[in-house]
């Protein structure tokens, strides 16, 4: 990082670990870093996984570009699949849903904004491996997010 102007070239590998619920979720930016402004974040999800249940974010809005393989995003009942190169907007308050149902590992930058969702993701990693829903739950509703069935 070059400290005189703030900015830096976020290379592979770059950024925090923060997997949790058999995803990759790397942290390459955090609010610390954008002045306030957004997260960074890559999701590595394998086939046949996805994020959690069918939930919605009170606080922030989400921005998915799929960079490897396929994802399926289901936003507020309509599913969308994104390949390479495709991005959706999440807005706050719409429930959404992602996974990877197809043969090959799936690879999404998300843009999250207003920045905090690393610290949901910090303490998603420290739960016991697995998913435990209702353990998962818990964190989420401390950081604004909401189960939906």
Known sequence: MSTATGHHVIH???GTNLGAIGLGIHARLTGADTNGAYSLFEYVVPPGLGGPPTHVHTRE???FTC???RVEVELDGERHVLGQGDSLLMPR???HVF???FD???RVIA???PPGLENYYRELSQLPPGRDMKL???VMTRYGLELRR
Do not use: C
Request: no cysteine; proline share 12%.
């Open 104 to 106: 090959e590992e799936t």
């Open 99 to 101: 996974r990877n149902p």
């Open 93 to 95: 308050g719409v429930p």
């Open 67 to 69: 960079v490897q393989g």
């Open 136 to 138: 998962v739950a818990e």
């Open 111 to 113: 843009v999250v904004s």
């Open 12 to 14: 592979p590998g770059d």
């Open 61 to 63: 809005d989400e921005l």
